[in-house]
């Protein structure tokens, strides 16, 4: 009797063994990569290939007598771990420092544009003062918004605001040139100047472009 109730004994601890030892399927995601991995439960564990995991990471693995390294991918805070760098490079658009300095600059050179039509269509005289005032001011925030170019964007859209510039200080030069050897000017002379309208142009495709907050470059600057 005490033999065979010893015998059921190994025999139910024999059975709960086994049972907890009987593998358990299941899956493993990595958030961030595709794939997935199949996963052994044994008595309240979980196993995975360690290779197979590294691949799905893109990590790698090295092998140092009986120890195995796996090296991951640092991704933690990382924005760069899930936007491609060719696409970040490729269009990385304004700069607030450069788009409030590029701003500021093509305020005054329209200020400075707008004295000149005035003074077409009014008759009154353009001094040296006023002129080199306008010319001082420009050339000043021309070297700021230069200094705030960072990104290829701003770069790219700086040589537009800088050929603006030259253009401005040609049709100044133009307009005090006329005025100085009293040639009369017409009211209307600069709507059909082709450099105004070069200006004009090239000024709406860079508010076109600070509204956008990307360059783009249409051609109207050349």
Known sequence: MRAGLMLVTLL??????????????????????????????????????VEALARLANGSLKFN???IIL??????????????????????GFSKEFLKAGIEEMAVIREWRTTLINA?????????????????????????TSAAASTDSDQNAYQLVNK???KTQKLSDKVVAARKNLNYISGDILKNDPLFQQILNCTHALSSMAASGQFQDDGSCR
């Open 120 to 144: 077409v269509q009014s008759g009154f005289p353009l001094t040296d003062e006023i002129v080199n005032r306008f010319r001082g001011q420009a050339l000043a925030s021309d070297a700021l």
């Open 164 to 166: 603006v510039l030259d």
């Open 65 to 67: 007598g009986n120890q």
């Open 12 to 49: 139910g601890l024999a059975a709960l063994v086994l049972s907890e030892a009987t593998p358990q399927n299941g899956t493993l995601l990595v958030s961030g990569h595709a794939g997935q991995l199949p996963v052994l439960q044994i008595s309240g564990k979980s196993y995975v290939d």
């Open 71 to 92: 090296t991951l991918p640092d991704s933690a805070g990382d924005s760069h771990a899930t936007v491609p760098p060719e696409t970040q490079a490729a269009n990385p």
